[in-house]
């Protein structure tokens, strides 16, 4: 058992309320003691970690990655052991993966397998959701046991019929019921599948296969029909539901009125949402900028960060879903509509949100901290033992060097691809160091952890 005794000593600690200056005690993986500046005695400690001149967040949460995913042909380029010391890198101590159920078959089952991929490869915590691709006897059977099992969220999908994913309102319902009765939380990927298959025959049909009509055939319209639909059968059969990747201004319209009407309804954006336009699908890197919902014009984006700072989005995740350059390359044959989907993007969030949004004046420090850490904490189940730096939580750090200036791009990052979707960006900030339960998986921006030191996190839901 880790017994040492650490001091975090001389740094600015961040929290999702505040920002002082302050000492922390670790004893063995918990954070024990949070303490005035210089008053925690260093002769009663094994190390004393030099903080000066860094900020202490609390570990960031990841709760939206694909990793080792199979879609459209191909597999996601990050892996357990890859994906999770990218993760490290960018400051992420907890991700939540997805468990996908075979199409007729067993969630649970699927579960297990995914999980035994995880186990003794990662270099963090980690934790799954869920895929539902349909509301059967056996799903429906399987949802009790699985928040049981301690994976209370599932996502389902209204698109990707062409990849048998979409689910019918009537699933929708009967997973809400579920979801009421037992206690979890329905995630939905929503954009309206017919408004897309018709844009998409329409496009071809005119000659029109550049990666920019991939935007135009999911035009923001099918995400807020979509999520539209969620809230309304939402107020039939009231369930927590969260808004995974939303991407529109319209949507967050939608949702801010859900939720002032008192709707149990959650939702995040995405890093790329708050920091690309779909100007990047005109480029010559068009192609790789292909995810679902697609990048949205500069308006979108602008009431993105409104309603994060408003605090209607409550989660900046990652949708982490790249896939190899040369796959995209190869299966979309110039062809929009059949490139993979997806941006590869685990490492970046701290810094842009850093320099995109705390820099610029569109968020503060301490909700940056509420909307990558505090925020997934609470609404997945992993609060309070994560996502705060209070006594009594696993000591899951960062320390954060503001100051310090560098050039993004894939050749210093530590993603598992040669794309970055920020290459070449100007960032202020970089992450030092990680702790997660109080073992050095990053020091000094060297990596020094383990893989599977990471630990399967069992979430319980708030009630
Ligand atoms: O483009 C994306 N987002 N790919 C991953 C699958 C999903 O819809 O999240
Ligand atoms: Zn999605
Ligand atoms: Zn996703």
Known sequence: MNTKKKIVRGGTLVSATGITAGDLLIVGEKIAAQAAPGILDAAAVDEVIDAQGMLVLPGLIDPHVHFNSP???TVTVHDYENGTQAAAFGGVTT???????????????????????????????WSMHGILLDAGTQTLAEIPELIQE?????????????????VQDDDIVALLEVTARHGGMLMVHCENDSIIEYSIRQALA???????????????????????????????????????????????????????????????????YLALTEEYLLGPKGNFYICSPPLRKQADVDALWQAARAGFLEVVS???????????????????????NGIASIETRLDILHSEGVCKGKITWPQLVALTS?????????????????????????LYNPNSKWIMGAEVLHMNTSFCPFEGWEISGQVDSVLVRGQDVIRNRKLVGQPGFGRRVFRRLEA
């Open 95 to 125: 991700i939540i993966d997805f468990s996908t159920q075979p199409k007729g078959g067993s969630l649970l089952a699927n579960l297990e397998q995914k999980e035994e991929e995880a186990r003794g490869r990662t270099y963090i915590d």
């Open 71 to 73: 879609f459209m042909g």
């Open 206 to 272: 005119a000659g029109n296969y550049a990666p920019i009509y991939h935007a135009r055939t999911r035009p923001p319209e099918a995400e807020n029909i979509a999520i539209q639909r969620v809230v309304d059968l939402m107020r039939q059969v009231t369930a927590p539901v969260y808004i995974v990747h939303t991407s529109t201004a319209q949507s967050v319209e939608i949702i801010a009125k859900a939720r002032m009407d008192g709707l149990p309804l959650h939702s995040e954006t995405c890093t790329h």
């Open 374 to 398: 505090t925020n997934p904490a609470r609404l997945f189940g992993l609060y309070p033992q994560k996502g705060h730096l209070a006594p009594g939580a696993d000591a899951d750090l960062v």
């Open 318 to 340: 990652t949708d982490d879903a790249g896939v190899p350059p040369e796959d995209n390359l190869r299966l979309s044959q110039g062809r929009f509509d059949k490139t993979p």
């Open 150 to 166: 301690g994976v209370p969220t599932y996502k389902c999908f209204t698109t990707y019929k062409h990849a048998q994913r979409m």
